[in-house]
């Protein structure tokens, strides 16, 4: 599977965006789908996890409330809906597949196959 970030942009604080996470190349039954970012001079950090089949959800407390992780079975995507962004969101967000327990879904150690990042700035 190959997983392609998109959707990432330049908003003020308060605004909204929307990312997505294609997958090509087969399908992500029985993975989970982990978006992730990292700012600079930062470790990457855990943001919001979704099991493709079934319906766990995770979110760091960061940014709980603000987004909203959803999955679309016909378009093989994985959405983050992103709104009151705050200057502190701006980072390279990153998607990523694992098979790991649920429990261990915020390692991103964990993960085996990521896409490219997408930018995503706040301006204050």
């Known amino acids: 599977v190959q997983l392609q970030a998109s959707g990432g942009g330049s908003v003020q604080a308060g605004g909204s965006l929307r990312l997505s996470c294609a997958a090509s190349g087969g399908t992500l039954n029985s993975y989970t789908v982990g978006w992730f970012r990292q700012a600079p001079g930062k470790e990457r950090e855990f943001v919001s996890a979704?099991?493709?089949?079934?319906?766990?959800?995770r979110y760091a407390d960061s940014v709980k409330g603000r987004f909203t992780i959803s999955k679309d079975y016909a378009k093989n995507t994985v959405f983050l809906q992103m709104n009151g962004l705050k200057p502190e969101d701006t980072a390279i967000y990153y998607c990523?597949?694992?098979?790991?327990?649920?429990?261990?879904?915020?390692?991103?150690?964990?993960?085996?196959?990521w896409g490219p990042g997408t930018q995503v700035t706040v301006s204050s």
């Open positions: 979704i099991r493709w089949s079934g319906g766990n959800i």
């Open positions: 990523a597949t694992t098979r790991i327990v649920w429990s261990e879904i915020g390692n991103h150690y964990r993960y085996g196959t």
